[in-house]
């Protein structure tokens, strides 16, 4: 047993966000025993709401920066932090909430809510790189457990975590899934699209929805003119390079370049 | 010429029916093996283990993905590292699988690779485990598949050499009766599978009618690609505007490497459990596709799709005739079909050398 104070004291805030990718934390079942050996988890407050003060070794961050409160929050984890590490679409990219990054805010409020001037935010929703400087991610919507764990062993070895510029496509191939976009026509992510999921989708059949974000080199271009070849519309290709990784600069642009914008409200 | 009918072979050349698929897969079985044939599952050919012969699908070509992971598997762990008392470990296991069903464009394929791990001065043990023995039941094709280019790079449809059974679709004698095979011996070890089999000894006609159908298989390819000169030719075309072509549309998905029997390059990590007591070396698949492939120390090597693409498609058509002496694109077409931008190297190959 390690003495307290030679652990990696660790810590895991949240910000706009669903949680979901602090959940696979509390997923860490037989885990957790040994990680208790080597870290310890000063504050995380969806686990435990005893929590301590920084400075942190290691500070997980779920969740994009979507109003003032974010931005002062954010710069207080970073102070805090020696490693700070953004997890999940929601601190990559700004997450699916994203999506007001491309409609007017104003119009939105009063869609949504009963007394729109009660809400405080931004227009828009932005990963924390955008804020602070990181020092590494963790991509996925939501974030693979095997991911986290690899990234707080590395850090307690002092190497650099695994990170791979791998396809869906390639997660496809090791489990011997037939392509869809090849056997059936169906316009998958999976081509544009990082792996780490393990293929989830097109295992059952479902084409790729592109959660873990843009692939390393991804060649939108040729996915968007795949699309119409497959007889998509171009509100339907917007529509998928905007379900969930919407505000990604590949996927992003890409909607910018060819795709008529949706008409604002 | 008068048939002799044999009930139990010695173990020499005969015709035979397809009952005897499954009597050759008991065989292997009883023998200790794990026979892994196509079987075909969503319209399309998968290496699985076979319970009985009776699973095993004629109509898929290849399969796929090759049979590769049976000698390398896309993951593998070299030795283990025990933290605390700073002990290594390793342990390689000989398998025993057997292929029933392989391609003459796979067998190529695998002898490519036997250059690769066990032809040098250091010869890679794990795979050598795995390669010592595994006997192959080959099945020279009768059907070309619409991307096999087997006979362009002298790989097929049929093999003469380093198989253990051999076995060709002779068809029904005038369309109708019984379906018929040829059956051929090609070591000691496929004569001890033939032992005990049924059939009728093979006669010079047998051998005529397979030949004719590997010919008419042969013409029969729609993709072709003139081998004469090709190295000089692609390490001329370096710089041809195709390249960019092609570039606009491939994803960089890296499929058309992945599903490749020859693609041999490996990545090398680490795995350490929380309790960090034990660290795995392993090693996988990765290919020159992926941008990592080329990063290294102050750059990447590597930095454009193009250069990936053209790394790929040039190792196959042009260094590996430098590296081994022969092409390491075995004409099996899965980097045709399964590429979903339709990237076709037999046409890249086709352009860049100038005959399309
Ligand atoms: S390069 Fe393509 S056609 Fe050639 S052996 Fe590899 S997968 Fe088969
Ligand atoms: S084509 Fe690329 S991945 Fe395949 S063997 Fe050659 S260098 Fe390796
Ligand atoms: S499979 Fe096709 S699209 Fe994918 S990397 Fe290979 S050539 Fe490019």
Same mark, same amino acid.
């Given at each position: #047993?390690?003495?307290?104070?030679?652990?990696?004291?660790?810590?895991?805030?949240?910000?706009?966000?669903?949680?979901?990718?602090?959940?696979?934390?509390?997923?860490?079942?037989?885990?957790?025993?040994?990680?208790?050996?080597?870290?310890?988890?000063?504050?995380?407050? #969806?686990?435990?709401?005893?929590?301590?003060?920084?400075?942190?070794?290691?500070?997980?961050?779920?969740?994009?920066?979507?109003?003032?409160?974010?931005?002062?929050?954010?710069?207080?984890?970073?102070?805090?932090?020696?490693?700070?590490?953004?997890?999940?679409?929601?601190?990559?990219?700004?997450?699916?909430?994203?999506?007001?990054?491309? #409609?007017?805010?104003?119009?939105?409020?009063?869609?949504?809510?009963?007394?729109?001037?009660?809400?405080?935010?931004?227009?828009?929703?932005?990963?924390?790189?955008?804020?602070?400087?990181?020092?590494?991610?963790?991509?996925?919507?939501?974030?693979?457990?095997?991911?986290?764990?690899?990234?707080?062993?590395?850090?307690?070895?002092?190497?650099?975590?695994?990170?791979?510029?791998?396809?869906?496509?390639?997660?496809?191939?090791?489990?011997?899934?037939?392509?869809?976009?090849?056997?059936?026509?169906?316009?998958?992510?999976?081509?544009?699209?990082?792996?780490?999921?393990?293929?989830?989708?097109?295992?059952?059949?479902?084409?790729?929805?592109?959660?873990?974000?843009?692939?390393?080199?991804?060649?939108?271009?040729?996915?968007?003119?795949?699309?119409?070849?497959?007889?998509?519309?171009?509100?339907?290709?917007?529509?998928?390079?905007?379900?969930?990784?919407?505000?990604?600069?590949?996927?992003?642009?890409?909607?910018?370049?060819?795709?008529?914008?949706?008409?604002?409200? | 010429? @008068?048939?002799?009918?044999?009930?139990?072979?010695?173990?020499?050349?005969?015709?035979?029916?397809?009952?005897?698929?499954?009597?050759?897969?008991?065989?292997?079985?009883?023998?200790?093996?794990?026979?892994?044939?196509?079987?075909?599952?969503?319209?399309?050919?998968?290496?699985?283990?076979?319970?009985?012969?009776?699973?095993?699908?004629?109509?898929?070509?290849?399969?796929?993905?090759?049979?590769?992971?049976?000698?390398?598997?896309?993951?593998?762990?070299?030795?283990?590292?025990?933290?605390?008392?700073?002990?290594?470990?390793?342990?390689?296991?000989?398998?025993?699988?057997?292929?029933?069903?392989?391609? @003459?464009?796979?067998?190529?394929?695998?002898?490519?690779?036997?250059?690769?791990?066990?032809?040098?001065?250091?010869?890679?043990?794990?795979?050598?485990?795995?390669?010592?023995?595994?006997?192959?039941?080959?099945?020279?094709?009768?059907?070309?598949?619409?991307?096999?280019?087997?006979?362009?790079?002298?790989?097929?449809?049929?093999?003469?050499?380093?198989?253990?059974?051999?076995?060709?679709?002779?068809?029904?004698?005038?369309?109708?009766?019984?379906?018929?095979?040829?059956?051929?011996?090609?070591?000691?070890?496929?004569?001890?599978?033939?032992?005990?089999?049924?059939?009728?000894?093979?006669?010079?006609?047998?051998?005529?009618?397979?030949?004719?159908?590997?010919?008419?298989?042969?013409?029969?390819?729609?993709?072709?690609?003139?081998?004469?000169?090709?190295?000089?030719?692609?390490?001329?075309?370096?710089?041809?505007?195709?390249?960019?072509?092609?570039?606009?549309?491939?994803?960089?998905?890296?499929?058309?490497?992945?599903?490749?029997?020859?693609?041999?390059?490996?990545?090398?990590?680490?795995?350490?459990?929380?309790?960090?007591?034990?660290?795995?070396?392993?090693?996988?698949?990765?290919?020159?596709?992926?941008?990592?492939?080329?990063?290294?120390?102050?750059?990447?090597?590597?930095?454009?799709?193009?250069?990936?693409?053209?790394?790929?498609?040039?190792?196959?058509?042009?260094?590996? #005739?430098?590296?081994?002496?022969?092409?390491?694109?075995?004409?099996?077409?899965?980097?045709?079909?399964?590429?979903?931008?339709?990237?076709?190297?037999?046409?890249?190959?086709?352009?860049?050398?100038?005959?399309?």
């Amino acid at each position: #047993m390690t003495a307290q104070a030679d652990k990696l004291k660790m810590a895991v805030f949240k910000f706009t966000s669903c949680s979901g990718c602090q959940t696979p934390f509390l997923n860490m079942e037989t885990e957790i025993l040994d990680l208790a050996d080597h870290v310890d988890i000063a504050c995380f407050a #969806m686990a435990s709401s005893a929590t301590r003060p920084g400075p942190y070794d290691l500070t997980f961050v779920e969740g994009g920066i979507s109003c003032e409160e974010d931005v002062r929050r954010i710069n207080m984890v970073r102070q805090e932090s020696k490693i700070l590490v953004g997890i999940g679409n929601c601190a990559v990219y700004g997450g699916p909430q994203a999506l007001r990054n491309f #409609m007017s805010l104003e119009d939105l409020k009063r869609t949504v809510y009963p007394q729109p001037d009660l809400i405080h935010c931004f227009p828009t929703c932005k990963g924390i790189a955008d804020y602070v400087p990181v020092d590494g991610f963790v991509n996925g919507c939501p974030v693979d457990q095997g991911h986290l764990q690899d990234y707080i062993v590395s850090v307690l070895l002092g190497k650099s975590p695994e990170v791979s510029s791998r396809s869906v496509c390639l997660e496809c191939k090791m489990k011997e899934n037939i392509c869809l976009i090849v056997a059936e026509g169906v316009a998958c992510m999976g081509v544009v699209t990082g792996a780490g999921c393990g293929a989830l989708c097109p295992s059952f059949d479902r084409g790729c929805y592109g959660c873990f974000g843009p692939s390393a080199d991804p060649n939108l271009n040729s996915f968007a003119n795949l699309c119409r070849e497959l007889g998509l519309t171009e509100d339907e290709i917007n529509r998928k390079l905007r379900c969930i990784v919407n505000n990604a600069k590949a996927f992003r642009e890409e909607v910018e370049r060819h795709v008529p914008q949706p008409v604002k409200g | 010429m @008068p048939r002799k009918v044999m009930q139990g072979l010695a173990g020499e050349d005969a015709v035979v029916e397809r009952t005897v698929f499954n009597d050759i897969v008991t065989g292997l079985q009883e023998r200790g093996y794990t026979v892994y044939g196509t079987v075909n599952e969503k319209g399309a050919g998968i290496f699985r283990p076979l319970g009985d012969a009776g699973e095993f699908s004629l109509r898929c070509t290849g399969g796929t993905m090759p049979p590769k992971d049976l000698w390398y598997p896309p993951f593998e762990t070299l030795f283990t590292y025990d933290r605390q008392t700073g002990e290594f470990h390793t342990d390689i296991e000989e398998t025993r699988h057997a292929v029933f069903g392989i391609r @003459p464009c796979d067998v190529h394929a695998l002898l490519a690779l036997d250059e690769v791990f066990l032809g040098g001065e250091y010869q890679d043990p794990y795979y050598r485990a795995r390669r010592v023995d595994l006997p192959l039941i080959v099945f020279n094709c009768v059907e070309a598949g619409d991307t096999c280019f087997c006979s362009s790079m002298g790989t097929g449809p049929g093999l003469d050499h380093d198989y253990d059974l051999l076995i060709t679709d002779l068809g029904r004698s005038n369309g109708e009766g019984s379906e018929r095979f040829l059956l051929e011996v090609g070591s000691s070890r496929g004569g001890e599978l033939a032992r005990g089999l049924r059939g009728e000894a093979a006669v010079d006609e047998d051998y005529q009618v397979k030949k004719r159908r590997l010919q008419e298989t042969a013409a029969g390819e729609r993709i072709t690609l003139n081998t004469g000169d090709l190295p000089r030719l692609m390490h001329n075309g370096h710089d041809h505007p195709y390249w960019r072509e092609v570039t606009d549309k491939c994803f960089g998905c890296a499929n058309c490497t992945s599903v490749c029997p020859t693609c041999y390059c490996a990545d090398i990590f680490d795995e350490t459990d929380f309790s960090l007591r034990e660290t795995r070396r392993k090693r996988r698949w990765s290919w020159c596709f992926l941008v990592e492939f080329g990063a290294v120390h102050g750059g990447n090597f590597r930095e454009e799709r193009i250069d990936r693409l053209r790394q790929f498609m040039q190792h196959k058509l042009n260094f590996s #005739m430098g590296q081994y002496g022969f092409f390491h694109c075995v004409g099996c077409g899965r980097c045709i079909v399964w590429c979903p931008a339709n990237i076709d190297i037999a046409q890249t190959g086709r352009v860049i050398r100038g005959d399309a």
